[in-house]
């Protein structure tokens, strides 16, 4: 059974960084595709970015050019670095995890943005 635990959220001004982390129980970490998502209040959860086991990247276009994914597999960790934030971007981000028809997602961490 996979385990996700998030980290590095928290309540920031519009224009500051943050960097989420994400560490995974298990040596199954480095077959899987990493995603984040997040969920605003009132709206459904969506994709942020995510990255394949071989580290290509993909993300959401509201983010391009702001958030970048990147994971270390000796870490069991996945990472989101996101800058120039804004208050539109508040909401809880989620951790997702699959493989053919696995998939295991976090508990979330909180990301605030204020203006």
């Known amino acids: 059974q996979g385990q996700l635990v998030e980290s590095g959220g928290g309540l920031v001004e519009s224009g500051e960084s943050l960097r989420l982390s994400c560490a995974a129980s298990?040596?199954?970490?480095?077959?899987?595709?990493m995603g984040w998502y997040r969920q605003a209040p009132r709206k459904q959860r969506e994709l942020v970015a995510d990255?394949?086991?071989?580290?290509?990247?993909n993300y959401a276009d509201h983010v391009k050019g702001r958030f970048t994914i990147s994971r270390d597999n000796a870490k069991n960790t996945v990472y989101l670095q996101m800058n120039s934030l804004k208050p539109e971007d508040t909401a809880v981000y989620y951790c997702?995890?699959?493989?053919?028809?696995?998939?295991?997602w976090g508990q979330g961490t909180q990301v605030t943005v204020s203006s």
């Open positions: 990255i394949t086991n071989g580290g290509s990247t």
């Open positions: 298990g040596s199954w970490f480095s077959l899987y595709t």
């Open positions: 997702n995890a699959h493989w053919a028809q696995f998939e295991y």
